[in-house]
């Protein structure tokens, strides 16, 4: 294996370059507005911390002041 390239095989790596280059497509330009994801309907399920105690929550952390 060759490891210093020949000038040759330089100026065919570039023209291949060119080549990919001119073939890609052109970036397209942003969407005009944001994708967002449509909103989710509610499917009942509660959160841990609707069922979960208070005392509970503020054990792990979840709650900073129980007595407020």
Same mark, same amino acid.
Do not use: H
């Given at each position: 294996? %060759? /490891?210093? =390239? &020949?000038?040759?095989?330089?100026?065919?790596?570039?023209?291949?370059?060119? #080549?990919?280059? &001119?073939? &890609? +497509?052109? &970036?397209?330009? !942003? +969407?005009? %507005? !944001?994708?967002?994801? =449509? +909103?989710?309907? =509610? @499917?009942? /399920?509660? @959160?841990?911390?609707?069922?979960?105690? +208070?005392?509970? /929550?503020?054990?792990?952390?979840?709650? #900073?002041?129980?007595?407020?």
């Amino acid at each position: 294996m %060759e /490891l210093n =390239p &020949s000038k040759a095989w330089i100026e065919n790596a570039r023209a291949a370059a060119r #080549v990919l280059r &001119s073939r &890609s +497509p052109a &970036s397209a330009a !942003p +969407p005009a %507005e !944001p994708f967002l994801d =449509p +909103p989710s309907e =509610p @499917s009942g /399920l509660r @959160s841990l911390e609707e069922t979960q105690s +208070p005392d509970e /929550l503020w054990y792990k952390g979840r709650i #900073v002041d129980r007595w407020v």
